[in-house]
């Protein structure tokens, strides 16, 4: 995913920063504790289909 995309997107929840995940899968909120995935190359910006972020990833 291109730089440009990342530092427009944000998180729907809160209007925070996203950071891309180690394995490029999905997009993290830090804030929310919320992960957004990426399917075929799109990130699913949608509330309901996020995945809550197991605590010890966020270390």
Known sequence: MKQELLD????PKCK???QITPEEDG???A???LMYEIRNN???M???QA???AQEQSS
Do not use: E, M
């Open 51 to 53: 995945k809550p972020v």
């Open 42 to 44: 799109i990130p699913i």
């Open 31 to 33: 804030s929310c504790q």
């Open 27 to 29: 997009l993290i909120c």
């Open 16 to 18: 925070g920063p996203v």
């Open 8 to 11: 427009i997107i944000a998180c």
């Open 46 to 48: 949608l509330i309901d």
